[in-house]
């Protein structure tokens, strides 16, 4: 199994970042992809989740900013991020959870950094 990451850099505030997370080995289309992140000294916290029935879920800090998406012909949830602030700065993490198994993977995360 892999999850491939990437699409994070520095960006100013109020800018935008899209990230992609490309899978493989899994069968994508009944996996709940997610996107975690954790900043320096802080626990690691669900940002968005889409479920393989396209169900979303968002952390109360990035809605109406943060939008998840996921192309099952492609094997890739995207995460596109607008409004940015100083505050979203951390590493980025995608996550696939299988519900039927209860099994989690990581992808090995992308530095996002809002900063002017």
């Known amino acids: 199994v892999q999850l491939q990451a990437s699409g994070g850099g520095l960006v100013q505030p109020g800018g935008s970042l899209r990230l992609s997370c490309a899978a493989s080995?899994?069968?994508?289309?009944?996996?709940?992809m997610g996107w975690y992140r954790q900043a320096p000294g802080k626990q690691r916290e669900l940002v968005t989740a889409i479920a393989g029935g396209y169900i979303t879920t968002y952390a109360d800090s990035v809605k109406g900013r943060f939008t998840i998406s996921r192309d099952n012909a492609k094997n890739t949830v995207y995460l596109q991020m607008n409004s940015l602030k100083p505050e979203d700065t951390a590493v980025y993490y995608c996550?696939?959870?299988?519900?039927?198994?209860?099994?989690?993977?990581w992808g090995q995360g992308t530095q996002v950094t809002v900063s002017s």
């Open positions: 080995g899994i069968i994508f289309s009944i996996a709940d």
């Open positions: 996550n696939a959870h299988m519900p039927r198994a209860r099994v989690d993977y």
